[in-house]
T-cell receptor, first 112, second 112 residues
Framework: QKEVEQDPGPLSVPEGAIVSLNCTYS??????FMWYRQYSRKGPELLMYTYSSGNKEDGRFTAQVDKSSKYISLFIRDSQPSDSATYLCAMSDSGGYQKVTFGTGTKLQVIP | DVKVTQSSRYLVKRTGEKVFLECVQD?????MFWYRQDPGLGLRLIYF???????EKGDIPEGYSVSREKKERFSLILESASTNQTSMYLC???????????FGQGTRLTVV
């Protein structure tokens, strides 16, 4: 079993839809939870991160962490064609230089 | 503006060749990482370095080595390239104690 599971998609939605992206994990030591966005032929860039459980909102994006269920989500409201990308969840058990475990990524397409 | 620069976007090499992938950062970050990204497998850590001349194996170090002689430069070496090393290679950096990693644009390596 992989430490982090993520549905690869692809996920195709109409512009303006609410998008839900999810990851599950098995390592209860994970405390830092991140979402990266990767446009085609580019490197990933950090979108949001949360520490431990709870919600975090940034504009149209909301990240949720449920440590009891080992489940994290990223919600995108009013999705735009510019949101079309691959979204990778990532987790680590500490900050600093400790390695980060990535999900496989979910490819999202927002259709105008 | 943060910059992580990988020396090549695309490389084609022959089986058995020695291959060098270079990564340079201008952020004075202590930590540098090499990942490979493959469809369905996500990002997998090959090696990382938390200081000059220091290196640690990641999850899939076999067939690779690294060099970090200067803080800003981290090189990935394929001693004898094989076709199963055809992949997208991503370099990343992270400051000590930081959560966010900054990625380069990636090098798509094809071994024929």
């Amino acid at each position: 079993q992989k430490e982090v599971e993520q549905d690869p998609g692809p996920l195709s939605v109409p512009e303006g839809a609410i998008v839900s992206l999810n990851c599950t994990y098995s390592n209860s030591a994970f405390q830092y939870f991140m979402w990266y966005r990767q446009y085609s032929r580019k490197g990933p860039e950090l979108l949001m991160y949360t520490y431990s459980s709870g919600n975090k909102e940034d504009g149209r994006f909301t990240a949720q962490v449920d440590k009891s269920s080992k489940y994290i989500s990223l919600f995108i409201r009013d999705s735009q064609p510019s949101d079309s990308a691959t979204y990778l969840c990532a987790m680590s058990d500490s900050g600093g230089y400790q390695k980060v475990t990535f999900g496989t990524g979910t490819k999202l397409q927002v259709i105008p | 503006d943060v910059k992580v620069t990988q020396s090549s976007r695309y490389l084609v090499k022959r089986t058995g060749e020695k291959v060098f992938l270079e990564c340079v950062q201008d952020m004075d970050h202590e930590n540098m990482f090499w990942y490979r990204q493959d469809p369905g497998l996500g990002l997998r850590l090959i090696y990382f370095s938390y200081d000059v001349k220091m290196k640690e194996k990641g999850d899939i170090p076999e067939g690779y080595s690294v060099s970090r002689e200067k803080k800003e430069r981290f090189s990935l070496i394929l001693e004898s390239a094989s076709t199963n090393q055809t992949s997208m290679y991503l370099c990343a950096t992270r400051g000590r104690g930081d959560t966010e990693a900054f990625f380069g644009q990636g090098t798509r390596l094809t071994v024929v």
